[in-house]
């Protein structure tokens, strides 16, 4: 399990962080961020500075809900790389490792993990982790999730029906939102890695572009790129599979996310800022984040973006 030790901070902001006292340096969390990160004097740490957000664009985000143990789950991945590869910068996906309750045999682990009965592993690598199991428990009951492979796009319930489909009915989804393209919400973030701790802090601004009702959450999750493993497919394991763009957890540990303050009017932005260490091993290049705004209700997606660390 990846370890998500980090620290939070978010200011309620209604105008510009270039407007706050130290403008060389807006960011003040002392306590909730973790300094240490930064390989320097944090008083130099270079704060973000967002310019005036143009996009009219509303994304996608594929949820795409798996196995390594899923036969069938290699061909609905196969369907949400494309859909992502033919959208760029649009349509983006998460593989989410956890089944209608949480954790079924498809995402459970061999039981001779590290004995001679199993001296390849196969099947030893905890892709699951603790939102995700969380996500599959909500969505276990009425929102239409029985099964691996199924996944969602925005979390949108369609036509009044159930919020998960199975990966023939993605593209004809995709092209819905994509179309209608309505966007309420924008978001856009700046990220500061620093090799030398292989550590990084995101800054997000969002902005309400209508006046909502109801509440709203920000969550970001963290997603490697590529993991070469172990994967059943059609009965046939797989010892150098691909798996694409793997969840591995939100950078507060925190399923649902943060909650959005105010009163969600056209213009308002908040700003959040995060510090995360990066597992030992890997490098900024081996992830990116998907960061998104949720309405709390109903769980639909507003909007979601890609960021490079």
Request: overall charge negative; some cysteine.
């Amino acid at each position: 399990m990846i370890n998500k030790w980090n620290y939070i901070f978010f200011a309620a902001l209604s105008f510009s962080l270039t407007s706050c006292d130290k403008v060389e340096n807006p960011i003040k969390p002392a306590v909730l961020l973790d300094t240490t990160i930064y390989p320097g004097n944090w008083d130099d740490y270079p704060g973000p500075v967002f310019t005036q957000n143009t996009n009219t664009l509303r994304n996608v985000l594929l949820e795409d809900y798996t196995g390594h143990r899923c036969p069938n789950c290699p061909e609905a991945a196969a369907v949400a790389a494309d859909l992502e590869a033919g959208n760029p910068s649009r349509v983006f996906v998460a593989s989410i490792h956890a089944g209608p309750g949480g954790l079924t045999s498809f995402q459970q682990l061999a039981s001779d993990c590290g004995l001679a009965s199993n001296p390849t592993n196969e099947y030893c690598t905890e892709f699951f982790n603790t939102e995700s199991l969380a996500y599959g428990a909500e969505f276990q009951t009425g929102f239409g999730f029985f099964g691996n492979p199924q996944g969602n796009i925005n979390r949108i319930s369609f036509d009044g029906s159930t919020m998960f489909q199975f990966s023939n009915e993605w593209n004809t989804r995709v092209s819905e939102v994509l179309t209608a393209n309505d966007l309420k919400v924008n978001i856009q973030a700046q990220t500061n890695y620093y090799a030398e701790t292989n550590g990084f802090y995101l800054h997000v601004e969002t902005e309400f572009l209508q006046d909502l009702a109801g509440e709203y959450n920000l969550s970001v999750y963290l997603i490697e790129n590529s993991v070469v493993d172990f994967q059943d497919s059609l009965g046939n394991v797989l010892e150098d599979y691909h798996h694409h763009n793997v969840f591995r957890g939100c950078l507060d540990g925190l399923a649902w996310g943060q909650s959005i303050p105010g009163d969600h009017t056209t213009g308002e932005k908040k700003y959040f800022d995060y510090s995360y260490s990066l597992p030992t091993g890997t490098t900024n290049g081996d992830y990116h984040l998907l960061i998104y705004v949720h309405d709390v209700e109903t769980y639909e997606i507003l909007q979601v973006i890609k960021q490079d660390l």
